[in-house]
């Protein structure tokens, strides 16, 4: 797999994430501009121009997911700043590369956690 850089002009990217959601959130959709996406996808530390071997990529809780990004549950703040990311269920995959925008703490009683926003920043070519 190699990367390559989005264009704004590069409509098939996104109307290969919108096909991907519509197809993942048939019978979910609660409304707003915001999907929520209650899945486990996988993700891999993206480091320079380095794509990630496939056994590297984890599984973490996805919580929303849009054509322009998505957000995951994890224990401890991201490591990283860029990932490759696995969207959809096997055999239907796409592999796309996210930055990290924003993270924010999640209390639930004693236990915290850490919601990470995500922007997709390109694809990775198969």
């Known amino acids: 797999m190699s990367i390559t850089r989005p264009r704004y002009e590069d409509v098939a990217f996104y109307k290969d994430v919108h096909r991907l959601i519509t197809r993942q959130l048939q019978g979910e959709r609660r409304g707003g501009d915001r999907n929520v996406y209650r899945c486990v996808q996988r993700i891999a530390p993206l480091v320079g121009e ?54 924010s703490e999640l209390r639930h009683g004693s236990r915290v956690q850490f919601l990470a926003g995500c922007r997709f920043t390109g694809r990775l070519a198969q």
């Open 50 to 103: 380095q794509v990630p071997p496939l056994s590297e990529f984890q599984a973490v809780k996805c919580q929303d997911l849009s054509p322009g990004g998505f957000s995951f549950v994890c224990d401890a703040p991201p490591e990283f700043e860029t990932y490759a990311v696995e969207l959809g269920k096997s055999p239907v995959l796409i592999y796309v590369t996210a930055r990290v925008v924003h993270v």
